[in-house]
């Protein structure tokens, strides 16, 4: 069983930036990628970035251009750098680990980001 744990969530400016930060733990089994998604007050939980084993990312298109997603290698951290942060920006970020199937996924506790003058 894997363990995800993340750190970085707070209160920030509009067009201010935050660094969320999530570390895997308690397990050797093969990450295939890792991900941040997102839930806002109301709204179903979306992804928001994913980074694979092999260095490749995906992005919401509603993130592209402001939030880069970085990763350690091995795959066992990721990191999302957000920039320019929107009040719509603000919810509970989760981070999740995906196994290609061979295991259940694995989900943070969530951290809170709000994004406010």
């Known amino acids: 069983q894997v363990q995800l744990q993340e750190s970085g969530g707070g209160l920030v400016q509009p067009g201010g930036s935050r660094r969320l930060s999530c570390a895997a733990s308690?397990?050797?089994?093969?990450?295939?990628?890792m991900s941040w998604y997102r839930q806002a007050p109301g709204n179903q939980r979306e992804l928001v970035a994913t980074?694979?084993?092999?260095?490749?990312?995906h992005y919401a298109d509603s993130v592209k251009g402001r939030f880069t997603i970085s990763a350690t290698n091995p795959l066992n951290s990721i990191y999302l750098q957000m920039n320019s942060l929107k009040p719509e920006d603000t919810a509970v970020y989760y981070c999740n680990a995906d196994f290609g199937g061979y295991f259940p996924e694995s989900w943070g506790q969530g951290t809170q980001v709000t994004v406010s003058s």
């Open positions: 980074v694979t084993r092999g260095g490749s990312t």
């Open positions: 308690g397990s050797d089994f093969g990450i295939f990628a």
